[in-house]
């Protein structure tokens, strides 16, 4: 008998996958309370609380006892002055309080419990695992409460809810990925999560290969971790979501407001060559009456691959045509790849070699792997000096006219994958391997080409780039990569800017019209009218493709996608104003429903995800089928003006909207505000004199107009306006100057009031308005109103010169 239950166990033990393979943190044996955090001494390993503001709060973690002196490539430097906290201590636990939160550390074993001050449970560690190690790979295990959803982790394919999947960060290259694919481009270590509607967030601040499993195959636990590296996180209460949103940007940093043309419709190709060519596509633009702002110029511009070079014979004399291109009214950006052909002849190449700017071998050997130029050296972006000398390289092609830069391959991707992990970078002088490297590359690169941008012009910074980090909103935009002319690539071209926003990345958006493949027309339309209203809207093309640009695919194509684009164009001084916002708060210009309304549960839907808003009060309901003519879409509750009809909907329902081709449906909240300039070719063509702004009153609500020059950085000296407009339900509509330093150009504001009755009077400060017969009518009577009977709108005409120190108020009675 004895001999069988001995069996038996050992049996057990050789199946049974043994978890003491891990390290638990173990006991809390000591604590000491610093300035800034509490210093913790566990059986097994260092581990520290830091108090960064009474809502945020670090935890690191590090089995051998010491901590990383590196600093962090996403988190910029903490210069606010420490928070005041408090620490006990019971029997058998530590308790932190901050004000806003209460942490409990128990003693045996250490696990960690986030509280709101109020005692409601946040969030706390798995109470049989918590912290653990195995080896190099660090593990932070997290109780999972059964109506928990997670949300963000950045590109990521997929609805946007993360619940049930487990997702690796580790920045890869899948030409034509799946819409399973994992991982790609870029690594956003940052989730929100979501319980009876309130939100906190983690970042995990770690660079290695790193994986979320969030509640994968199980209904126990959530848990992320690295392959090495301390395990560094941070726990952002909300409870909005913009909340968490804005303090996790405020830790890794927000987009620079862009300049005005990069707002505009960019169109590229893979490639545009020779100069006949782009300067054919530019004209084909103006000939068309599509807008347009950027042309591309993809990889064959270069001599055999060699970046910061010409191919002399495609383009004799760049700086010619990029000067004749912008005097239409074209931007040129040209593609930057990392890789420095390894040839002794070229400039590049030895410069990078006798200045030590290459990543290398442990033995000193410059590394080289095989991209587009055949074998490459690749700069160590994680070097000082390599970012200087990079910029000072791309200064040249500035000086030629270029206006921004598109970094391509920057995970950085090799032909037959990754570098030899052992391959070493200077880690801003603290060393490291390609393990902690890879992951922040792209993000190095485009810091290194921003700094350029702002050393060497005067003009605002673009930068596309395809890899990045937490972080990578500060430097540039971001794109989804090299996608497929498919419905379900439609979709993703919805849902993973929406993540890439929710993960601190507002100014995001896909191929248009996919990369690989050929679209059909009415494809190509539906996801032109979808691009309109992501923040970055560029159409491209793979090479050996069939021709993608708006006029390449028949005559409907080209009329509708003219119609949607010069619809985005009109809509510019509306976007701006939300870009300006998303560049103070962080929050996403374009964002999911749940985001703006985060009690309604409607809006979690998947369905509901198909669906978006840009700001708070903007709806876009994008067809995303090449057959559909109907769009099933959720209002939430209020009341919903339908931007196309001026019919009004009541909320809290889903509705089917007609949808032609010619048409995606838009619905404006009650409140909204959405100014509509002149249409125009490009965002410099003419000077706006007068703005229309579509208003739906109703209740009390307020938009804020944001001017200033769109091209210098002057802003940041205070050279902007800023212009208020208040409505009430009762029909007074204030204007505001809060800020004025900008002297606009805009002449007259004609605000069209929807859903109103006809009224009595209507006045403007101490001017009583007339009423013109027609539109026409107003516009040249210069001020007064007109009433659309049939429409149920009043336009109200004015100066903008009224606008003065005080509040100016127009009362319809
Ligand atoms: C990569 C890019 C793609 C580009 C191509 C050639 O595949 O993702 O956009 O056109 O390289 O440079």
């Known amino acids: 008998m004895r001999t069988i239950f001995a069996l038996a166990a050992l049996l057990i033990t050789l199946t049974v996958p043994s978890w003491a393979d891990f390290t638990f943190a173990g006991d809390a044996a000591s604590c000491t309370k610093h300035d800034t955090y509490a210093d913790f001494k566990l059986s097994n390993a260092a581990f520290q609380v830091h108090v960064i ?11 051998g006892g010491k901590f990383s002196e590196a600093p962090s490539y996403a988190v910029r430097e903490n210069k606010a002055a420490p928070v005041q906290f408090s620490l006990s201590e019971k029997p058998e636990y530590y308790e932190l309080a901050t004000g806003t939160l209460t942490v409990r550390i128990t003693k045996k074993p250490c696990r960690v419990a986030i509280h709101t001050a109020g005692g409601t449970l946040l969030c706390e560690d798995e109470k ?17 409460f059964p109506d928990e959803r997670f949300f963000g982790l950045g590109e990521k394919t997929g609805t946007l809810d993360r619940r049930g999947s487990q997702y690796t960060m580790w920045n890869s290259d899948f030409p034509s990925y799946t819409k399973k694919q994992d991982p790609l481009y870029s690594s956003i270590p940052f989730f929100i999560a979501e319980r009876d509607h309130q939100a906190y967030g983690i970042f995990m601040d770690n660079t290695y290969k790193s994986y979320f499993n969030m509640g994968a195959s199980n209904n126990r636990l959530y848990w992320f971790g690295a392959e090495k590296g301390d395990l560094d996180y941070y726990f952002i209460w909300g409870p909005s979501m913009k909340k968490v949103i804005s303090s996790y940007t405020e830790l890794t940093g927000r987009m620079e407001l862009p300049p005005l043309w990069a707002l505009g419709y960019q169109q590229s190709r893979w490639s545009y060559f020779p100069e006949e060519k782009v300067r054919e596509v530019a004209r084909s633009f103006r000939k068309h009456k599509i807008p347009c702002d950027v042309i591309y110029l993809d990889i064959d511009y270069m001599d055999g691959y060699r970046v910061f070079t010409w191919d002399k014979t495609r383009f004799p004399d760049p700086a010619g045509m990029i000067a004749d291109l912008g005097r239409d009214g074209f931007k040129i950006v040209t593609i930057i790849d990392p890789g420095v052909k390894a040839d002794s002849n070229y400039f590049a190449a030895q410069e990078g070699l006798a200045r030590d700017l290459f990543a290398k071998y442990p033995d000193g050997v410059p590394f080289q792997g095989q991209v587009w130029p055949s074998w490459a050296y690749f700069p160590d972006f994680t070097k000082k000096e390599t970012r200087a000398w990079w910029g000072e390289k791309l200064s040249a092609l500035m000086a030629q006219g270029i206006a921004g830069f598109w970094n391509d391959m920057n995970e950085p991707a090799l032909w037959g994958g990754n570098f030899i992990d052992i ?14 490297a890879h992951n922040v590359y792209g993000l190095e690169m485009a810091h290194a080409t921003f700094d350029a941008l702002n050393k060497y012009s005067d003009k605002r910074p673009f930068i596309l780039t ?22 379900d690539h439609l979709k993703l071209a919805c849902f993973m800017p929406l993540s890439m926003g929710i993960s601190g990345l507002p100014f ?5 019209g996919g990369f690989d493949g050929c679209p059909s027309p009415s494809l190509y339309i539906r996801w032109m009218q979808l691009g309109a209203f992501t923040p970055f809207f560029r159409g491209h093309s793979c090479t050996g493709m069939p021709d993608k640009e708006p006029w390449a695919l028949g005559e409907t194509a080209r009329d509708l996608t003219r119609d949607i684009i010069t619809l985005r164009y009109r809509l510019l001084p509306f976007l701006y104003s939300e870009f300006s916002r ?14 703006n309304f985060q009690h309604d549960d409607e809006c979690y839907k998947p369905e509901a995800q198909e669906q978006f808003m840009v700001g708070d009060s903007f709806l876009v309901a994008p067809v995303l089928s090449e057959h559909e003519t109907a769009k099933k879409l959720y209002l939430p509750a209020g009341k919903w003006l339908d931007w196309w009809k001026g019919t009004i909907c009541e ?28 249409p125009m070719q490009f965002t410099g063509e003419k000077v706006s004199r007068e703005l229309e702004f579509k208003v739906f009153p109703g209740g009390e609500s307020s938009w804020e107009l944001y ?15 800023t212009t208020a407009i208040k409505i009430n339900g009762k029909g007074t509509l204030t204007i505001s100057r809060p800020v004025s330093a900008y002297k606009s150009p805009v002449a007259f504001y004609a605000f069209t009031l929807c859903g109103m009755k006809k009224p009595r009077s209507v006045s403007c400060g101490a001017a009583v308005l007339s009423p013109a017969d027609s539109p026409q009518g107003l516009k040249a009577a210069k001020e007064g109103y007109f009433y659309d009977t049939e429409g149920a709108a009043l336009t109200v005409r004015i100066a903008t010169s009224r606008v003065g120190a005080a509040s100016l108020a127009i009362q319809v009675k």
């Not at 200077?426 to 902690?436: E, I, Q, S, T």
């Not at 995001?508 to 248009?512: I, K, T, W």
């Not at 929050?587 to 999911?592: G, K, Q, S, T, Y």
């Open 651 to 678: 909320g809290k329902q889903w509705i089917t909207s007609d949808a032609p081709l010619h048409r995606v449906p838009l619905y404006l909240r009650e409140g909204a505000v959405v100014p509509l300039g002149e």
């Open 582 to 595: 998303a560049s103070k708060t962080g929050i996403p210009l374009m964002r999911p429903m749940f985001l």
């Open 707 to 721: 001017e200033d020059d769109g091209v210098t950085r002057r802003y940041k000296d205070g050279i902007f306006s």
């Open 423 to 436: 391959v070493r970078f200077d880690d801003n002088g603290h060393g490291a391997d390609h393990r902690k």
């Open 53 to 63: 503001k009474p809502d945020i709060i670090r935890f690191r973690f590090n089995a």
């Open 128 to 144: 049989s695992f918590g912290m653990a190690f195995d080896g190099g790979e660090v593990r932070c295990f997290k109780r999972l």
């Open 508 to 512: 995001v958006g896909s191929d248009v």
């Open 466 to 487: 395809r890899a990045g980090f937490s972080g990578t909103q500060r430097y540039a935009a971001m794109w989804t990569g090299d996608n497929v002319a498919s419905e």
